[in-house]
């Protein structure tokens, strides 16, 4: 089977791509591995800006039905003291610029934006091979393959699609987080819910640090981010709850109870995400008939841009394309050209934020990060 343009991975960025290209009448197929839109949770809220992510939205012509996905005071951000005094208190005026949705429907928003049969599930691609001129095959699990004309790689951290493009493999960036959800707050665990506030919460100390916002239906969903080598998390049995969350909770054990309860009184067992990166400045030479996007491309330590960044590259690769409808070469030199240095800049400041002596983990240097942040350019 032959296609024009074949996507793998129907995550935010690619599912942005398509539907561009949708937009400009360029079909696309992507392959997901998943079996289904509900096979799996798809996370929890992301912020989308108006510089990056709210761009890709416009392109794709779907300001207006993003706009009621947006769940209203979410922006709100408040600093605590592992102490649980409020340190920082921001409201959310409706001005900041990064309202906050479910990724799950925004994700389900661009599935439905595209035609019929536009994603393939249950496709979970295995391997990959130049054939020349430009094309490449890709061979799923169970044995069915693809020939395309133009490969993109949106298929996240541990892409199939990126050894067509590049060496460079995810490396751990020291530091993992520990996911947990809090269901029914407000009634059942009143005290956590008012440390978290409306929106956002964050309680950074060197290594350790409480990170937790409020979902919607009255859900907070917390992620304790430890910076710890991965034999540390190792030693630990997560598959025994109980002994993972008491172990997780005494790093935390001279912190104020609202806070642990972030960790002690989960609704759900403890997810460990150890967190991982690819080299700042990733990039790759020019090669015929494929590229890549999202954390395929500049997979880089949670900075808050990751899902903005593949959907705006999304967006900027469906434009390309149609800008040269006749010319892939070109319409990948130039997405290329204006990605990398974006994606670069990111990734630096993900370095910045979470490495060992940056003042983002002190209450203080967070503070004066969102006041600065907040300042008129």
Sequence with gaps: MTTDVTIIGAGLGGLTLARVLHVHGIPATVYEAEPSPAARSQGG??????YNGQLALETADLMDEFRGLILEGRQAMRVLDPDGTVLFDKADDGTGGRPEVQRGELRQLLLDSLPADSVKWGYKAGGTRTLGDGRHEVTFAGGATVVTGLLVGADGAWSRVRPLLSTATPEYVGKSVVETYLFDADTRHPAAAKAVGGGSM?????????????EKGDTLHAYVGLSEPQDWFAAIDFTDAAA?????????????????????????EPVLRPLYALPTGHRWDRVPGVTLLGDAAHLAAPNGEGANLAMLDGAELGKALAAYPDDIEAALTEYERAMFPRS???????????????????????????????QPQ
């Design 45 to 50: 809220m992301l912020d989308i800006h108006d």
């Design 344 to 374: 670069a800049e990111a990734a630096f400041e993900g370095t910045e934020m979470h490495g060992a002596d940056s003042d983002n983990n002190t209450a203080h240097g967070l503070i004066e990060a969102f006041t600065r942040h907040d």
């Design 244 to 268: 993972a969350t008491a172990r997780i909770a005494a790093e935390f054990d001279d912190w104020a109870p609202e806070l642990t309860a972030l960790i002690t009184d989960s609704d759900t």
């Design 202 to 214: 964050i309680a950074p100390t060197p290594g350790r640090e409480i990170f937790a916002h409020r």
